[in-house]
């Protein structure tokens, strides 16, 4: 029997679609990424169903949207959400059909420590969590990971028991580090390895200086739709910022990518020194955006291109992919799905996603116009549910639901409030104004043609969802 190809998936967090130097967007170096992408599968339509952490990573490993498998926000303080033990998840199916497991880096998917005992023998704090061994990690054997941390350059981890392992090193280089051990040491049979790396996720500053420098002098040129007066979260959280401060900012974030890069091309040459290069079906990617500014927004959990759209690029060098570009819709339940029948691994029938491995291995790149996405997120922030709470209702029918296809985005904003009772639609022509800046007006022959099309379908999946949103559409 011909060896199973091995797996090494890498993401970072909240690394946008437009920050790489191959899509010609963000004036960013992203040497190594780009060269993946040109040899490889390169898709510029991916998104993340629910732009934040928790959720993603939730719908990556179930192939469920997040009112199906109960990851609707973060795993936080105060909040009982986590990935349940019965999910089959992923890598319970890598791991059922031969291959050895490994996730390294930030995993998000388990109940804050704090939230049960104020002192945790792991030392988690705030958000964070130690996993230790057994159902919660979902047959990942190998593990060196943390909730959820965002000390950069002082980062830790736990591997098997819950005494912490303290870094004074960038997390990226030694998150590489610990990946290029564990393929030098796995590279005999097939692994599937999972990268998941915090940066470029805020704070931005803690990038060491020798990506900044490179940024130091280099003109940004801001996107279209960058707005300076007060740059806030769509959230609501009080921080604001300035023109001088995004600016900064900015620089660190892609400073953060490039670092990012360089560590990717770090990998492919272990791959290649291991001879495993051509048999790896390697993935880079992210769980969402970030808005830098775009719309005089930072962060993610908006329904915009910069929050929703990630890099999702496919690199496969014996294997079955076409290279080339793809414009297929794929939001993050597809990403399962399209891996198995990549790997020829049986699918699961609890999948929500649809595979899409039949069009990036074929000679129409495109697939099929109809293909869709679906996208939400729902109130999570500690001031909303406690409201929500106070009012005995349920969040999770707040928030807004949307569904993107190849030329159109439309989704349907109710607000992250008891209070907020309004439903507002937002139709976006992708192709005729890529930057979001004029949703169509209700009055016009488009929106009154694309609106009830896509509406319906868009119902059609709240119910398949259970989603009680949908009393705002009656
Ligand atoms: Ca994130």
Redesign the pocket.
Known sequence: MKKQPNLLFIFA??WRRQSTGFSNQDSIFTPNIDRLAQSGTALTQAISSCP??SP?RGSLFTGKYPLSNGVYTNCKTGLDITLKDEEICLSDLLKTYGYQTGYIGKWHLDVPEQNHTPHPLSGAHDWDAYTPPGPKRHNFDFWYSYGADDHHLTPHYWADSPEQIKVNEWSITHETSVAIDYINTHHHSPFALFLSYNPP?SPYDLVPEKYLNLYKDKPLSPRKNVIYDTIGYHTHEPQTYNQAELEIMTKQYFAAITGLDEHIGLLVDCLKANNVYEDTLIIITA??GDMMGSHGLMA?HVWYEESIGIPFILHWKNGTLTAGTSDIVLDTTDIMPTLLDLLSIPKPNTLQGQSVATYLTSNDLHGPSDKVGYICAFPGRTVFQEQFDAAHLDPKDWGWRGIRTRDYSFVIHVGYLPECTTPTRYLYNLKADPYQLNPIAENTAEYQTIVPLLEAQLKTWLISQNDYFIKWLD
């Open positions: 967090d909240q934040l952490c993603y996720h769980d969402h993610k």
